[in-house]
């Protein structure tokens, strides 16, 4: 029915590395997120565009094992204000989780229990069209959670020039972002002129 897509995203801008950082540091005071100032430059961000229904249970060890795994690092998650029972639940839910995960310790397999550190679980309520784009350009890369994924905030994020980690064989419906990333492989491949375009950052992870 149609040729091509019914949005119009603008092509991504690559920005200098103060530039990065200068907005960084002003979305960071902006909404006052509790990251130290000496370390917002490393900071490792993951933003999860996506609406509050999307986040099933099974998502949770995801985030768990990021922010146990990944030092200083930060997950931020969008929530409607008028809608803030979505919020409360989420935020109890994941204050909440937990799992056993094999240690070694002096030569002796053990287990220790996992909790996630809410302190680096970030809620911003949702943005202005400029501010959500300036979320994007500060993240380190996107989460596309399963088994319910993302569509158009994809295609925003791959607007900006940013990563998106996506694992399609755990979606229970269309994997539209890791389709996304196929046909930007097969355009890149076939069409496009290194030489005059900066390449996009594309990739599926596999587990």
């Given at each position: 029915m149609f040729d091509s897509l019914t949005y119009s995203f603008p092509y991504p801008e690559v920005e200098e590395n103060?530039?990065?950082?200068?907005?960084?540091k002003a979305?960071?005071?902006?909404?006052?997120?509790?990251?130290?100032?000496?370390?917002?430059?490393?900071?490792?961000?993951?933003?999860?565009?996506?609406?509050?229904?999307?986040?099933?249970?099974?998502?949770?060890?995801?985030?768990?094992r990021l922010l146990?795994?990944?030092?200083?690092?930060?997950?931020?998650?969008?929530?409607?204000?008028?809608?803030i029972l979505w919020k409360n639940k989420l935020f109890t839910r994941l204050k909440e989780f937990s799992y056993w995960k094999s240690t070694i310790s002096s030569n002796k397999n053990s287990e220790a229990k996992e909790r996630i550190d809410m302190s680096r679980i970030l809620f911003i309520p949702n943005l202005q069209r400029k501010e959500f784009f300036d979320l994007l350009d500060i993240s380190t890369c996107l989460l596309d959670q399963y088994p319910f994924g993302g569509g158009v905030t994809s295609l925003e994020g791959f607007a900006r020039n940013k990563p998106i980690v996506t694992l399609p064989h755990l979606q229970t419906v269309p994997g539209l972002t890791s389709g996304m990333i196929l046909h930007m492989q097969h355009e890149w491949n076939s069409n496009v002129?290194?030489?005059?375009?900066?390449?996009?950052?594309?990739?599926?992870?596999?587990?």
């Open positions: 103060a530039g990065k950082l200068k907005k960084r979305f960071v005071k902006k909404f006052n997120l509790p990251i130290p100032e000496e370390k917002i430059e490393t900071a490792t961000i993951y933003t999860i565009p996506q609406s509050l229904q999307k986040f099933h249970p099974s998502f949770d060890i995801v985030l768990s146990n795994e990944v030092s200083n690092s930060y997950i931020i998650i969008l929530f409607n204000e008028d809608r002129n290194p030489s005059s375009t900066p390449k996009a950052k594309i990739g599926r992870a596999h587990v």
